[in-house]
């Protein structure tokens, strides 16, 4: 881990490409030893299926487009200025509801949830992965899937 300020400037971050939209990696294990963020860009009709982490918290803040969110019991629907927080042990699934691409600012704690996004990005490149692989990959990044994954490809 670098102790020094990290400034990105358009066009400086690095990230990943998941269903043809970008996640930029704006802070990562890198960078902290405290959080991640990410600008995650979602496509239309993604969703994650509903999921629970053991140990991370994450934070949302939609910036574009329109979202829903099911954390625990309530359902969320989301516009430009919603902000959540959830904390570990909370189920929650993300699904853009919209026809056109939602921008998030996402953050988890602690950090390493890239290294998620980077394996994410390479089992779902070739199109929609096999749901059991993509099982195996959040097991090991600290998410139990609850539910089917209910992205339509």
Request: glycine share 10%.
């Amino acid at each position: 881990m670098n102790a020094k300020p990290v400034i990105r400037r358009p066009g400086e971050t690095k990230g990943v490409m998941l269903r043809g939209q970008p996640m930029a990696f704006l802070v990562t294990g890198e960078d902290t030893k405290h959080t991640s963020m990410f600008d995650w860009t979602i496509p239309p009709g993604f969703a994650t299926g509903r999921h629970v982490h053991r140990v991370q918290e994450e934070t949302f803040y939609l910036l574009e487009g329109e979202c829903e969110w099911h954390v625990a019991e309530e359902v969320v629907r989301a516009t430009p200025g919603t902000y959540l927080f959830i904390p570990p042990g909370i189920p929650h699934n993300i699904t853009n509801v919209s026809g056109k691409p939602a921008r998030v600012l996402m953050t988890v704690s602690p950090p390493g949830h890239e290294h998620y996004f980077e394996e994410l990005a390479k089992l779902t490149a070739g199109g929609t992965p096999d749901a059991q692989a993509i099982g195996e990959l959040r097991a090991r990044f600290d998410t139990d899937q609850l539910s089917a994954l209910t992205t339509k490809p």
